[in-house]
């Protein structure tokens, strides 16, 4: 089953939070984040893995409950750059990867 | 570095058609995967390579097979082309084996644009 992300579209102002969170019915080793804009391919933001360690290389959190088989992706002060889909990737055996249907969010001036 | 290319980056078939997308990735890296992409959706694993030599089978493996011809090189072929199979593919690497869990970042390839008609 695909990990269920919400909200489905968001619209922010520039400078504006916003939280997407992606929920998965399955026991969870990792959590992938990636941006897709338009015509493109996705672009790595992050990963989380049980036990909390991040890796990760762009101004954006996240964080990972295992228990709950919950993640959630911070976006603070969003910028123009930010629009796009977001899709979290759940891992739940090794090389298993399974992609969320996506949050599309657009950042406007 | 190229990173992950993709050939051909659009084509359009006939159903009962046969092709095969190529990929290749100069990163060095162990794992590569092939996915497709349909509209308002996300990606669908079809076949994945954890090592040269080894494939296996995604959520989405029917209609496709796959050849990892060395390590840097993952193929995926439509054996009978059938207009369900129109999508966006992605091809996409990773880097080291990790056997715990906690998979490493995949890198994707810019897609190639299928439509069957």
């Known amino acids: 089953q695909q990990p269920v992300q919400s909200p489905q579209a968001v619209i922010l102002r520039e400078g504006e939070d916003a939280v997407i969170n992606c929920s998965s019915s399955?026991?969870?080793?990792?959590v992938h984040w990636y941006r897709q804009k338009h015509g493109e391919a996705p672009v790595f933001l992050m990963i989380?893995?049980?036990?909390?360690e991040q890796k990760g290389h762009e101004k954006i959190s996240a964080s990972f409950n295992e228990k709950k088989q919950q993640s959630s992706l911070y976006l603070t002060a969003s910028q123009l750059s930010y629009s796009g889909t977001y899709f979290c990737?759940?891992?739940?055996?090794?090389?298993?990867?399974?992609f969320g249907t996506g949050t599309r969010l657009k950042v406007l001036a | 570095n190229a990173g992950v290319t993709q050939t051909p980056k659009f084509q359009v078939l006939k159903t009962g058609q046969s092709m095969t997308l190529q990929c290749a990735q100069d990163?060095?890296?162990?794992?590569m995967y092939w996915y497709r992409q349909d509209p308002g959706m996300g990606l669908r694993l079809i076949y994945y390579?954890?090592?040269?030599?080894?494939?296996d089978k995604g959520e989405v493996p029917n209609g496709y097979n796959v050849s990892r011809l060395n390590k840097r090189e993952f193929s995926l072929r439509l054996e009978s082309a059938a207009p369900s199979q129109t999508s966006v593919y992605f091809c996409?690497?990773?880097?080291?084996?990790?056997?715990?869990?906690?998979?490493?970042?995949?890198?994707f390839g810019p897609g190639t644009r299928l439509t069957v008609l």
């Open positions: 996409a690497s990773s880097e080291a084996v990790v056997v715990s869990g906690g998979a490493d970042t995949q890198y």
């Open positions: 399955k026991a969870l080793y990792s």
């Open positions: 989380l893995l049980k036990g909390g």
């Open positions: 990737g759940t891992e739940t055996g090794t090389y298993k990867y399974i």
């Open positions: 990163m060095n890296h162990n794992s």
């Open positions: 390579s954890a090592s040269e030599g080894t494939t």
